[in-house]
Every structure is written in C-alpha cells, then in structure tokens.
C-alpha cells in the first residue's frame, strides 16, 4: 500500500489501564485489528487474535505485540463457521486463561453497482462474516466473560446512512449497531458492558484490495478533514471502551470518528 497504513501504535504510551487483562480481538492481523491489539498491549493486556489466512501479517502483529512484553495468541480460520467461532474463544481461555476483553473486529466488502449485480452468495458470506461471528463469538464468550468486562463491536459510518456501492456490507453494519443496542440492555445487570465503534474511512489494506483504483485514488477525499484515517487514530477509541476506568458509565454507545463529518437525529 502507498502510503503503507499506520497500524503499529509507534507513538502511543500506555497507562496500564487494562494490566492483567486477557483480550480477544477478530480481523487482528492488520489495519484497525493489528492497531487495536498493540494498544491493548501497551496498556498491559494479553491479547489473542483470530484472522482468515494473512499469516504473515498475522506473525508481524505478534512481534508487536510480544515486544511489548505481552503474550499474542494467533489463531488461523474462518470466521464465518460457527464452530471455528467457538474454537477460538476457547483456544482463547485455554492459553490466556480466560477473556476480558472481546473486540468484534473482522469484516469483509465487495463492492458493487446495483442491487442486481448482488449475488446471493456475496450476499451470505458479507452476512455470515461480518455479523453472524459477531453473534457466534460473542454468545462463546459470555460464558467465560466476569463481571467489568467490556465487548467493542466494530460498525461503520456505512450502517449510520448506507452506501450505495456496499449494500450488504452497510447492512451489516447496521445490524452490528442493533445488536450493540440490544445486547446492552441484556448484559447490563451481569456488569458487562458492550459498545461499538463506527469510524468513517479509514485507510487499510482492505481498501486498495476491494475497490477500484480510480477510487483508491480519492479515498476518504469527501469527509471535512479531506483524508482518510488511520488505524492509529481510531484503536484510542476501543481503548476507551475496554477500560473500565475510562468508560465505566458508558454501555450501548456508538462512538463514531468520521473525520468532521456530521449526521442528523
């Protein structure tokens, strides 16, 4: 990618606030996943992280990771199948000894120029990734989640108004902000907290692999701060949401940096 993706939290300082902490974070081998957990991992936590088949960028995770003094659990496969979701979580606990934290990361888009261009199958497998994990691993987690645990969903400025070239993938993102809505009211009294992040553009090596360069080009060029983010500046955001020192009174929110963009309601 040019520029390369800021992604290694090079000039962010820990405060211990998720010392001791045992992390799970999905799609954790590159982009706002790799950001995410070298700052769990800066601010103390062991971190695991699920991801399809990026070994390489999976292994370059763990070296950041494990230079932090932290130990990185990285676990190959497909999300999209319910009993490797659950294969996961508890490779998870056996390892780490249990979780804490669990950050719904990983997604997949492909764009498209009509409604019936959409496959059936895109259509399934966007669904089956990008919401239906969320549902599998988050269900295997709660059984060995404690009280001031904290799950981040990841959403997308695309599930707050849409996208007419990624129609199942801005449905899906809706759908992660319901389920954070609703799973919020469920977990309240068993002290688990559960929030999303919706950030705009953001420049990863999901971009240039999905669209078309005329529009890689452009990327991120229509919101107020004229350019895209990087992972850098977005895995603060999951911070706040996992400590429980930063965000204990916050359950059922939707935090959305989207570079000066403003939306309605």
Known sequence: MTP???????????????AGKRALVTGGDSGIGRA???AFAKEGADVA???LTEHEDAE????LVEQEGRRCLIIPGDLADPRHCEEVVERTVR??????????????????????????????RTF?????????????ALR???????????????????????????????????FTYSLAQVLVERGIRINAVAPGPVWTPLIPSTFPE???????????????????EIAPSYVFFAANRLSSYYTGEVLAPIGGETLPG
Do not use: C
């Open 49 to 51: 992280i699920a991801y």
């Open 144 to 178: 060995h989640m404690p009280e001031g645990g904290s799950i981040v969903n990841t959403s997308s400025i695309n599930g707050l108004r849409g996208n007419k070239t990624l129609i199942d993938y801005s449905a899906t993102k809706g759908a992660i902000n319901a």
């Open 4 to 18: 390369e993706p800021r992604d290694e939290m090079r000039d962010y300082t820990g405060r211990d606030l998720l």
């Open 214 to 232: 005329e529009k890689v080009g452009k990327f991120g060029q229509q919101v107020p701060m004229g350019r895209p983010a990087d992972p850098d």
């Open 95 to 124: 390892e780490l000894g249990g979780i804490d934290v669990l950050v719904n990361n990983v997604a997949t888009q492909s764009p498209v120029q009509s409604l019936e261009e959409l496959s059936n199958d895109q259509w399934e």
């Open 60 to 63: 370059h995770t763990r070296k």
């Open 36 to 38: 995410v957990a070298v």
């Open 128 to 140: 089956a990734v990008n919401i239906h994990s969320y549902f599998w691993v988050t269900k295997a």
